[in-house]
């Protein structure tokens, strides 16, 4: 098993910064990515950006410019750096990770993370 525990969050005006962290624990070999996503109250959860093991990042449209996703493989961890954040960027962030084993994806969850952007 693989545990995810994202830190990072908190309140913050518009166009202020947060990092978001999340180490990863457990069964953490041979992930393919790790990632983002968010959620807004009556929203769909949407993916904010992901890294893979081999360092290749996609972001989604509307983060694009703001948003900075890293890993440090030794500390096991992920980061998003959030700049020039707006209130529609107001959510619970989710870290996922993802193994892909033969036929078979692996997908992992943390418990979440609040961010809040007051304007």
């Known amino acids: 098993q693989v545990q995810l525990v994202e830190s990072g969050g908190g309140l913050v005006q518009a166009g202020g910064s947060l990092r978001l962290s999340c180490a990863a624990s457990g069964s953490i070999f041979n992930l393919n990515a790790m990632g983002w996503y968010r959620q807004a109250p009556g929203k769909q959860r949407e993916l904010v950006a992901r890294?893979?093991?081999?360092?290749?990042?996609i972001y989604a449209d509307s983060v694009k410019g703001r948003f900075t996703i890293s890993r440090d493989s030794a500390k096991n961890t992920v980061y998003l750096q959030m700049n020039s954040l707006k209130a529609e960027d107001t959510a619970i962030y989710y870290c996922h990770a993802l193994r892909t084993r033969g036929y078979s994806d692996y997908v992992y969850w943390g418990q979440g993370t609040q961010v809040t952007v007051s304007s």
């Open positions: 890294i893979t093991s081999s360092d290749s990042t």
